[in-house]
């Protein structure tokens, strides 16, 4: 095995164990959310404010951090991220008000924004095009497994332990890998031949927002997540309320999202990478509209056993989207942006996080999850449209060449 392959699995599986510990961190508050409302005294209204805080420091730093992981490199940029989610993680758990739950989820945010387009720019400089979405896959299992144990943990360990137990474990063991990252990968050092022509190549940040493409990508995930946020963060009260399950039933149920999830972003990521970007294109646009109906259907009066396969289907689908969209996204600029561009289209998508579970869970309040439900999957079956948009242009690769180009226009070959 070369110098290499080496660093590409190190980097790969610590960026997972990172994911793995965000989304651990995302999904307790969601399977906890009866337990916190319960002591605190809130309403649906008030529990939606709580889920969505988060995001927004989350949508403030995902832009600015992929732009500074451009110019600096994606090593500090994440260990900074990880520990600053990781601290306000575990100070989650000590949290004596709504106000102070709310301040913590928002600095949990923050970080969180820091450390994904970092790690998601470590990930993609250490792979080639023709592997980055199998790669990609594997670090993004860390977010399915996260929210499997996330889900899990506070609808299980949490009834029985204290919810504010499981962020004590969560903070610390991200604090764990964002050490462990320090120590053990390390920065290669780059000839200077390499380091000249990295730096010819360089595209000016501006070029960005004139490459429809990206543009594009960023408008579809804004319209999907403003949907799948929905899923991830009111599935467990979802099945509560209408399919009258028990909190830990819930719970276990909503947390095969993640399992499946795993196994599909893997095996989906495989099947991208043996072809071109119109197959990944028409593969993210696939699996979309399969998840859209796919929710639809879980309105309909269904025994256990069938929500629990709607569940799983749900997730071998539709949690392979995001490691596809990374891959597309990172395809579709010159590697100088990489960074920048993962930052915007991520930053899009999860701004629709700080609006949607609100939404969600005040029109819950007023009616019931059920219509909300079923806007949330016609919403995620219209995101696909817009991948029609989404081309595989070239883009200027010197600075001269980019400010040559006349009104936003893209250099054509």
Known sequence: MNTDTRKMILV????????????????????????????????KGESGILLSSFFFGFILFLFIAGIIADKLSG???????LMMFSLATLFTGVAGSLSSLIFYR?????????????????????TSDKQRTTVMSLYWMGYPIGGFLGTWMGAVLGPVFGWRVVFYVAGAMGMLVALLYAVLVKNDRKPADLVARQAAEKVPLRTLFRHAPVMMMA??????LAGWWIVLLWAPSYLMQVKNLTIGTAGTIASLLGLTGAL???????????????RRRNILMT????????????????????????????GFLGYPITPIVLSITAELVP???????????????????????????????????????LV???????????LLGVRKLPVSATKNAADAVPHGRLVKH
Do not use: H
């Not at 164990?17 to 809130?42: H, N, P, Q, W």
């Not at 408008?219 to 999907?224: E, I, Q, W």
């Not at 699996?287 to 749900?314: C, E, K, Q, R, Y």
């Open 12 to 43: 790969t599986v610590l960026c997972g164990l990172g994911y793995m510990m965000y989304s651990v961190d995302r999904m307790t508050v969601s399977s906890a959310i009866g337990l916190i409302a319960a002591e605190f005294g809130l309403g």
């Open 75 to 81: 090593k500090p940029v994440l260990i900074l991220g």
């Open 106 to 126: 928002v600095m949990t945010g923050i970080g969180e924004g820091i450390f994904w387009p970092a790690a998601s720019l470590e990930v993609a400089n250490v």
């Open 219 to 224: 408008c579809y995930y804004f319209v999907l």
């Open 264 to 278: 599909g972003g893997f095996l989906l990521g495989r099947y991208c990478d043996k072809g071109d970007f119109l």
């Open 287 to 314: 699996i979309t509209i399969a998840s859209g109906f796919l929710m639809a259907a879980m309105v309909v009066n269904l025994s256990v056993p069938l929500v629990i396969v709607l569940v799983m289907l749900l």
């Open 335 to 373: 590697p100088s942006l990489r960074g920048s561009a993962i930052g915007f289209v991520m930053n899009m998508g999860m701004a629709a996080g700080g609006i949607s579970p609100i939404v969600a869970g005040y029109f819950a309040q007023t009616y019931t999850l059920q219509p909300v439900w």
């Open 376 to 386: 949330a999957a016609a919403v995620i079956l219209c995101s696909s449209f817009v």
